[in-house]
């Protein structure tokens, strides 16, 4: 059984940073599409950026240069480096894994198709 917890979020200041981090057992990191999707309320889910089996990176144009996705396969844990944090960037922010190697690409942000979703951690920017 596939199981995902993030932690790391928190409350901060526009202009700060937050370090995301989603630990796994079940999956192995090294051949999934692993990301990071977060919603605001009211909003829909939006994949903010994608991390597939051979390390290539996709990310939602508006944290490009901000953001940095990565993961450390040999402890199965996944992180999200997110710099000069913006309000309009409060949300609920979900790692999720999947088998399907095209939903991580470099040419696009990661659908929310994924088949396996952690709880979520709640990020609050405040202005």
């Known amino acids: 059984q596939v199981q995902l917890v993030e932690s790391g979020g928190g409350s901060v200041q526009a202009g700060e940073s937050l370090r995301l981090s989603c630990a796994a057992s079940?999956?192995?990191?090294?051949?999934?599409?692993m990301a990071w999707f977060r919603q605001a309320p009211g909003k829909e889910r939006e994949g903010v950026a994608g991390?597939?089996?051979?390390?290539?990176?996709s990310y939602t144009d508006s944290v490009k240069g901000r953001f940095t996705i990565s993961k450390d396969n040999a402890k199965n844990t996944l992180y999200l480096q997110m710099n000069s944090l913006k309000p309009e960037e409060t949300a609920m922010y979900y790692c999720?894994?999947?088998?399907?190697?095209?939903?991580?690409?470099?040419?696009?942000?990661?659908?929310?198709?994924?088949?396996?979703w952690g709880q979520g951690t709640q990020v609050t920017v405040s202005s």
């Open positions: 991390i597939g089996s051979t390390g290539v990176t």
């Open positions: 999720a894994a999947d088998p399907e190697t095209t939903y991580c690409r470099s040419d696009y942000p990661p659908p929310p198709l994924f088949g396996t």
């Open positions: 079940g999956v192995t990191y090294s051949s999934y599409c």
